[in-house]
């Protein structure tokens, strides 16, 4: 935040960008999660844990694959394989019980 003459505080425009996009996506969250406990009931904790351990995994291929060759297309197939993994889930998990 930067101060004008009258010290008045103001946002930049990346600033704002980065306060809008957060706050979008932290709602996003909060709203998915409260859908997810509705759908997986008493599950829903075991469910928590699958989807953090899934997500842990996926953001590691990349990692994996740069540490083993130093190949920016093996890469970029990589971080390709891990969006087609997310998008298999999102399609497999049913919208409504």
């Not at 706050?23 to 904790?45: H, S, T």
């Not at 842990?56 to 990349?62: G, N, Q």
């Not at 130093?70 to 970029?76: K, N, R, S």
């Amino acid at each position: 935040m930067t101060k004008t003459s009258s010290n008045t505080p103001r946002i930049s425009l990346p600033g704002s960008v980065a306060l809008g996009t957060g706050v979008m996506i932290g709602a996003g969250i909060f709203a998915l999660i409260g859908q997810v406990a509705g759908l997986a009931g008493a599950w829903f904790p075991l469910s928590l844990l699958v989807g953090g351990v899934v997500a842990a995994l996926i953001i590691l291929i990349p990692f994996t694959i740069v540490k083993v060759r130093d190949d920016p297309i093996a890469v970029a197939a990589a971080v390709a394989i891990a969006g087609v993994i997310v998008i298999a889930q999102t399609v497999a998990v049913p919208a409504s019980a």
